[in-house]
């Protein structure tokens, strides 16, 4: 990529400025403020977008006052001829060189970068990283954190991407692994270990159930022919049964008619009941009623007498006058005043017995109806108790009469008595036991072999579900190795691109210093340190930090040199002011090295120095005045 011209429109300290850029060696040479650095800033912006100096805003590098600036850059490339046009405020454009008019090919904001990208095919960190210098970069290189050099490493080489593709499979590593444990702690919970078939003892029970059903059968056929004899005596047990159940429900029924004659007796008492306490609804309310007027009657009395006690106090004062007013008093007048409220309290005392012999009665009515209450709600109970025996009997008395009849049927010369027998009896009634005994190991037999079987499917169940418990684990097994190996292998060609990025980097690195003769006998080391290089002269470990100021710089710029012939060079280098503080010598080092590199590349160099600019007689100089 060439860069062929710089476009400034109310950018930095420019109004309207353009400079022409040359192959080889460019020299941008001024004063100080005269605006060689914003010419820097300004091809670092129009390429990626960003300030060359970290955290500065884009919108402070316009020119002061103006609402935004635009840094364009003419370059040709493999693609063409090309100008980029690039906003404080963002707006991109981009044209291209079509039968010899400048063609809009893209603009916009964020989707003009992506385009622009397959043009240039320059990348922020690329270039920051090894194609331009500026002030104060070298010291801010060395102090950065280990962490922070790593991200940038990662970030050029690519890495970064591989690394979320890392944490990814990490991720997913760690899920497989807790699911791979929860799947363990299932199978262990549906280990199989002591639990026997019962495969024998079901097999011996349906043998042994086989038989006793077949002895059931005869003893069954054997009863048919002795049918009738055989049904009379259970049609007989049946029916003392049901009486001995009539006998008790007659206990039951007695017992709830305790004290009436009969249920009608019991129902007229309820009515009887209900008609008092219908007839007294309004007692209570009365009660009430006079009870305040009971309250208020002595009230008043309590009233009147204590006026009473007032006057006598106030006769018998011996003073002769009242001690409030002072007047005089009028013995005779409160003698009378005495005796009228000592009569309305007496009438007020003869109301309030009258209302106290009534309060009484009414107590002892509210009482007596409560009880009649009381009494109604026992009868209702006994009632309803009644009338579940009564149904009870009934059915039992229908079902009594319905065997009686078949008995009658059976044996219609003998009289319906409960002790009637036939010569048969004793022999059915052996077999009819018989038949109990059996039917009833028949059927703990059965309940013995449906458990046995119900344990046999669990059992069945359980270990169908282990298998395909194991066969979970087993598939949670390979899904974690395949993560791991997928872990493993993105190490891997981290490993593998970092060699193949910076052996190359160290071993042109190397070269720079064997050509610029900085040290003797020195081996590189870029990846322990993330790009920062670690140097070992001479067999010794030597500290960057206590390299001079020249050899500081001409190493960094060695080591840019090296990092963008290993990732690919983008054709140019800038470089601001880079023989600041060099003493003559190693000013002349400089000037060496930015020949040797200009050989290959085209380079834009700013400087002040009278120095630099005799020494690169054969450069294309850019005079910076300011505005």
């Known amino acids: 990529m060439l860069l062929e011209r710089i476009m400034l429109k109310s950018f930095g300290c420019y109004d309207r400025k353009n400079f022409d850029l040359s192959e080889g060696i460019n020299l941008i040479f001024g004063p100080n403020f005269s605006g060689k650095s914003t010419l820097v800033s300004a091809i670092f912006f129009a390429l990626t977008g960003k300030p060359i100096i970290p955290r500065v805003n884009p919108s402070s590098m316009a020119r002061s006052g103006a609402s935004s600036g635009?840094?364009?850059?003419?370059?040709?490339?493999?693609?063409?001829?090309?100008?980029?046009?690039?906003?404080?405020?963002?707006?991109?454009?981009?044209?291209?060189?079509?039968?010899?008019?400048?063609?809009?090919?893209?603009?916009?904001?964020?989707?003009?970068?992506?385009?622009?990208?397959?043009?240039?095919?320059?990348?922020?960190?690329?270039?920051?990283?090894?194609?331009?210098?500026?002030?104060?970069?070298?010291?801010?290189?060395?102090?950065?954190?280990?962490?922070?050099?790593?991200?940038?490493?990662?970030?050029?080489?690519?890495?970064?991407?591989?690394?979320?593709?890392?944490?990814?499979?990490?991720?997913?590593?760690?899920?497989?692994?807790?699911?791979?444990?929860?799947?363990?702690?299932?199978?262990?919970?549906?280990?199989?270990?002591?639990?026997?078939?019962?495969?024998?003892?079901?097999?011996?029970?349906?043998?042994?159930?086989?038989?006793?059903?077949?002895?059931?059968?005869?003893?069954?056929?054997?009863?048919?022919?002795?049918?009738?004899?055989?049904?009379?005596?259970?049609?007989?047990?049946?029916?003392?049964?049901?009486?001995?159940?009539?006998?008790?429900?007659?206990?039951?029924?007695?017992?709830?008619?305790?004290?009436?004659?009969?249920?009608?007796?019991?129902?007229?008492?309820?009515?009887?009941?209900?008609?008092?306490?219908?007839?007294?609804?309004?007692?209570?309310?009365?009660?009430?009623?006079?009870?305040?007027?009971?309250?208020?009657?002595?009230?008043?009395?309590?009233?009147?007498?204590?006026?009473?006690?007032?006057?006598?106090?106030?006769?018998?004062?011996?003073?002769?006058?009242?001690?409030?007013?002072?007047?005089?008093?009028?013995?005779?007048?409160?003698?009378?005043?005495?005796?009228?409220?000592?009569?309305?309290?007496?009438?007020?005392?003869?109301?309030?017995?009258?209302?106290?012999?009534?309060?009484?009665?009414?107590?002892?009515?509210?009482?007596?109806?409560?009880?009649?209450?009381?009494?109604?709600?026992?009868?209702?109970n006994k009632v309803e108790m009644l009338e579940r025996v009564e149904t009870q009997f009934a059915e039992l008395q229908r079902e009594i009469e319905t065997v009686v009849d078949r008995l009658n049927v059976l044996q219609p010369s003998a009289p319906p008595h409960r002790d009637t027998t036939v010569e048969s009896q004793p022999d059915a009634a052996q077999l009819a036991e018989n038949r109990r005994r059996m039917k009833s190991k028949i059927d703990t037999l059965r309940a013995r072999l449906s458990s046995l079987n119900a344990e046999e499917a669990v059992l069945a169940h359980k270990l169908q579900e282990l298998q395909r418990v194991q066969t979970e684990a087993e598939k949670m097994l390979r899904t974690r190795l395949r993560f791991e190996l997928a872990c493993a292998g993105v190490d891997k060609t981290i490993e593998t691109l970092q060699q193949q990025i910076l052996q190359p980097a160290e071993e042109e690195l190397q070269r720079w210093l064997k050509r610029m003769n900085l040290f003797d006998r020195v081996s590189i080391d870029l990846k322990s340190q993330h790009l920062l290089p670690s140097l070992n002269i001479d067999g010794a470990e030597r500290n960057l930090m206590l390299l001079s100021g020249s050899e500081k710089m001409i190493l960094y710029l060695c080591f840019k040199a090296a990092l963008s012939t290993a990732l690919g060079n983008n054709g140019f280098f800038v470089f601001d002011d880079p023989t600041l503080h060099l003493d003559v010598e190693r000013k002349h080092l400089m000037i060496s090295f930015i020949q040797q590199l200009a050989a290959n590349h085209q380079v834009i160099v700013t400087s002040n120095d009278t120095d630099v600019r005799h020494a690169l007689t054969d450069s294309h100089i850019i005079e910076t005045t300011g505005e």
């Open 70 to 380: 635009t840094a364009g850059l003419g370059f040709c490339n493999q693609d063409g001829r090309y100008r980029l046009f690039r906003s404080t405020n963002g707006d991109v454009q981009i044209r291209r060189l079509e039968n010899g008019e400048w063609r809009i090919q893209i603009t916009g904001k964020r989707t003009a970068d992506t385009e622009l990208q397959q043009i240039v095919h320059l990348n922020h960190l690329h270039l920051s990283a090894a194609s331009f210098l500026r002030e104060g970069e070298i010291f801010e290189f060395l102090t950065r954190m280990p962490a922070s050099r790593r991200d940038i490493l990662y970030a050029l080489l690519g890495i970064d991407r591989l690394i979320e593709v890392r944490e990814r499979f990490i991720d997913g590593r760690r899920l497989s692994k807790r699911e791979e444990k929860r799947v363990q702690e299932h199978q262990r919970s549906l280990r199989v270990t002591s639990v026997k078939g019962h495969g024998e003892e079901i097999k011996r029970l349906e043998e042994e159930l086989k038989a006793l059903e077949a002895q059931y059968e005869s003893l069954t056929s054997k009863g048919a022919e002795d049918g009738d004899a055989l049904l009379i005596v259970e049609l007989n047990q049946t029916r003392d049964r049901l009486q001995q159940q009539i006998d008790t429900l007659g206990k039951e029924r007695a017992s709830i008619l305790s004290g009436f004659t009969n249920p009608a007796h019991l129902h007229d008492s309820i009515k009887a009941i209900e008609t008092a306490i219908s007839e007294a609804r309004g007692l209570e309310a009365e009660r009430e009623s006079v009870i305040q007027e009971v309250g208020v009657l002595t009230s008043q009395i309590r009233t009147l007498n204590g006026e009473c006690e007032t006057l006598h106090q106030f006769i018998n004062n011996q003073r002769g006058h009242c001690p409030t007013c002072h007047q005089p008093i009028q013995r005779d007048t409160i003698l009378h005043i005495i005796e009228e409220k000592s009569s309305a309290q007496e009438k007020h005392q003869r109301e309030l017995d009258q209302k106290q012999a009534i309060l009484n009665k009414h107590t002892d009515d509210v009482s007596t109806l409560r009880e009649l209450d009381q009494r109604r709600q026992l009868l209702l």
